[in-house]
């Protein structure tokens, strides 16, 4: 496309220098014709002095028209030169500015799908699975599946004893870690509250274990966090995804 563009304008350079030049070319002719005419009447007496006047006139004028198309033939090459060169720095530099525009989009997006990338990794994933084991947990084992037989009853309430202290316990602290560490990962979308709530139960049911009190009903468990967290990793991912295709995009253009 540069090539073509600087062909084309050189033709018409040069087409402006020859019609230039022409015209230039025929000054002396139409002078000498007018001189050849004037002298027709170089013996009357009315017209001597004037005729000898444009004759002067004529013998200044000739040497002013070859000195310009000496002017042009010397100088006119290096000018349609520096045009050449202005357009095709011109073409170069609106070239790199689209360009730099890509390369800044381009960085942008791989910014943003790092960030994405860790706030999954990070935060929102190991969060929603603890919640998921531990809800898995509580209704498997919880009180809520003792069954009514006092022996059994008594068997399955050590279990969950066990449970809470190995595995409910342990991932609670591995959720508020993750609250207390990570939260500047939060999505724009997401709710802290959330979070600072979990905090507060965690706390309060690791001290309910050790020693029961009626308190602990006042920091109940958010039975509505694991969709909470979900919907916002969906998002998360989801979103992932398109930039992931808007750099794939990138890449084909860098590449063609």
Known sequence: MKLILTFILLINLNLFAQNKEASINTIPLRLKKDTTELNKVSDTIYFKNFIDLDTVSIKDITPKQES??????????SIIALFVLFITNLI???KIRIESKEALKRDFTMSSIKLDKERLEYFYDPIFTTLSTNEDIFSNFGP?????DEDLMNEASI???EMVKNI????NKL??????TKSHLISKTDNLENYLNFLKHSQSYAHFIQHPNAMHKNFKYDITLKNKVKSQR???VNQLNELEKTLNKYGSKKSI
């Open 68 to 77: 310009t198309n000496e002017w042009l033939k010397t100088y006119l090459p």
């Open 175 to 180: 959720i508020s870690d993750k609250i207390t």
């Open 168 to 171: 409910i316990l342990p991932n």
């Open 234 to 236: 969906d998002i998360i």
């Open 159 to 161: 279990i969950w004893n």
């Open 92 to 94: 170069v530099l609106l």
């Open 144 to 148: 809520n599946s003792f069954p009514e």
